[in-house]
Nanobody, 120 residues
């Protein structure tokens, strides 16, 4: 069974930095897309950053220039480097991946979520 395991969340002061990691494991033939989403209390889940195979990464306007998504394909891992953090960035961050498990099938997978809190 495919599983996404996240790490790196925590408490940080405004203006600080944080690095999130997400490693995929299990029956993986290839990974089409890896991405980060976030959800704050009372708000809809939103895409933060996405990195699809064969394409450039893209970002939500609210984080563009502050966050950087990267992939280590050998480790089946995606990272999110967050800098200049604001209180508005406080949310549960979720790792997402669209993973091909064999020649015929690809599925969406989600991590368990990791809390990021930006506060003085």
């Amino acid at each position: 069974q495919v599983q996404l395991v996240e790490s790196g969340g925590g408490l940080v002061q405004p203006g600080g930095s944080l690095r999130l990691s997400c490693a995929a494991s299990g029956s993986i033939f290839s990974i089409n897309t890896m991405a980060w989403y976030r959800q704050a209390p009372g708000k809809e889940r939103e895409m933060v950053a996405r990195f699809s195979s064969g394409a450039l990464p893209n970002y939500a306007d609210s984080v563009k220039g502050r966050f950087t998504i990267s992939r280590d394909n050998a480790k089946n891992t995606v990272y999110l480097e967050m800098t200049s953090l604001k209180a508005e960035d406080t949310a549960v961050y979720y790792c997402y991946a669209n993973i091909r498990i064999n020649f015929l099938f690809a599925y969406d997978y989600w991590g368990q979520g990791t809390q990021v809190t930006v506060s003085s």
